[in-house]
């Protein structure tokens, strides 16, 4: 495995990948790995011939009051588990490579990155949306890759490239899981002995709303309403929201129908958790995905 720490070193590699005939695997990352970015990587490996990850802890992507400077850390680490996953090339700039002048042009979706996450983290998909569109350009790949934890930000950055003709497909990949159904976060790392348990309670929302769902409910309004009761119940556990949204608008629907997303964000104690199902609803069939 490379390691590239400049724009310059990993375009380079990336032109040499390409003229040998290669197809080119991008797996954007804050570093901190856990399963979830291993299957990504592994998914990268299988739908491309050159797979390149960047770790990059993104302070644009952070609101003054959040975590960027106690954000976990530990490069030793993700290295190793990045060469033993076949990692082909680690892109690992510095804020100043990445952000040499302050920034006079951002990429921001109107709308869509101002509900469920945007609405209580206001310039956070600014950034996301901002820092993915460079790291697209800088390797331009064929294929890049996203776990559907993130499943607003999976969104967005599919009709960023949509909107903006970057010739990337976006590849989504299932949530990797605790053996306790808890989505695999590298802020997981943030809960006590005492919190964790309580955690799982965003994952039981989900499975017991899309149980309803498959009652045969129909009404977004009341099923948000039950996923916001179980979680607002659990103890040590602060709702952030529970909706039930379009998956083309991100906006809350009554009568439900179509592609689907159950999103849902908590805190517990100083980590602020999210997690989602993703379904879409033919008639009386509620179908994965
Ligand atoms: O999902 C993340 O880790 C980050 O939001 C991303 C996509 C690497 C952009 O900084």
């Given at each position: 495995?490379?390691?590239?720490?400049?724009?310059?070193?990993?375009?380079?590699?990336?032109?040499?990948?390409?003229?040998?005939?290669?197809?080119?695997g991008?797996v954007p990352?804050?570093?901190?790995?856990?399963?979830g970015?291993?299957a990504l990587?592994?998914a990268a490996?299988?739908g491309?011939?050159?797979?390149?990850?960047?770790?990059?802890?993104?302070?644009?992507?952070?609101?003054?009051?959040?975590?960027?400077?106690?954000?976990?850390?530990?490069?030793?680490?993700?290295?190793?588990?990045?060469?033993?996953?076949?990692?082909?090339?680690?892109?690992?700039?510095?804020?100043?490579?990445?952000?040499?002048?302050?920034?006079?042009?951002?990429?921001?979706?109107?709308?869509?990155?101002?509900?469920?996450?945007?609405?209580?983290?206001?310039?956070?998909?600014?950034?996301?949306?901002?820092?993915v569109?460079?790291?697209?350009?800088?390797?331009?790949?064929?294929k890049a890759y996203f776990g559907q934890k993130d499943g607003q930000q999976a969104l967005l950055i599919q009709r960023?490239v949509?909107?903006?003709?970057?010739?990337s497909e976006i590849v989504t990949v299932p949530t990797v899981?605790?053996?306790?159904?808890?989505?695999?976060?590298?802020?997981?790392?943030?809960?006590?002995?005492?919190?964790?348990?309580?955690?799982?309670?965003?994952?039981?929302?989900?499975?017991?709303?899309?149980?309803?769902?498959?009652?045969?409910?129909?009404?977004?309004?009341?099923?948000?309403?039950?996923?916001?009761?179980?979680?607002?119940?659990?103890?040590?556990?602060?709702?952030?929201?529970?909706?039930?949204?379009?998956r083309?608008?991100?906006?809350?629907?009554?009568?439900?129908?179509?592609p689907?997303m159950?999103?849902?964000?908590?805190?517990?104690?100083?980590?602020?958790?999210?997690?989602n199902v993703q379904?879409?609803?033919?008639?009386?069939?509620?179908?994965e995905g």
């Amino acid at each position: 495995m490379r390691i590239a720490q400049s724009i310059a070193q990993v375009r380079q590699l990336v032109r040499e990948a390409r003229s040998a005939g290669k197809s080119i695997g991008l797996v954007p990352t804050m570093g901190y790995l856990h399963d979830g970015h291993l299957a990504l990587l592994k998914a990268a490996k299988t739908g491309t011939d050159f797979v390149v990850v960047s770790i990059f802890v993104n302070p644009t992507q952070f609101g003054p009051n959040e975590d960027f400077e106690n954000y976990p850390r530990d490069v030793a680490r993700d290295e190793t588990l990045l060469q033993d996953g076949g990692c082909d090339v680690l892109f690992l700039p510095s804020v100043e490579e990445m952000y040499p002048k302050p920034l006079a042009t951002t990429v921001e979706l109107a709308g869509l990155g101002q509900t469920l996450c945007g609405a209580s983290r206001p310039t956070h998909f600014r950034g996301v949306t901002t820092v993915v569109s460079k790291l697209l350009h800088i390797t331009m790949p064929d294929k890049a890759y996203f776990g559907q934890k993130d499943g607003q930000q999976a969104l967005l950055i599919q009709r960023m490239v949509f909107d903006l003709n970057i010739p990337s497909e976006i590849v989504t990949v299932p949530t990797v899981r605790e053996a306790d159904g808890l989505a695999k976060s590298s802020r997981n790392v943030y809960l006590t002995d005492e919190e964790r348990p309580h955690a799982t309670v965003l994952y039981k929302a989900l499975q017991e709303a899309k149980q309803t769902l498959m009652e045969g409910v129909r009404s977004g309004t009341s099923i948000a309403e039950e996923m916001r009761q179980r979680i607002a119940n659990e103890p040590m556990v602060v709702l952030d929201y529970a909706e039930v949204v379009s998956r083309d608008t991100l906006e809350p629907l009554e009568k439900l129908e179509g592609p689907i997303m159950l999103a849902v964000a908590a805190f517990v104690g100083k980590a602020r958790l999210i997690d989602n199902v993703q379904l879409t609803l033919v008639g009386d069939d509620v179908i994965e995905g």
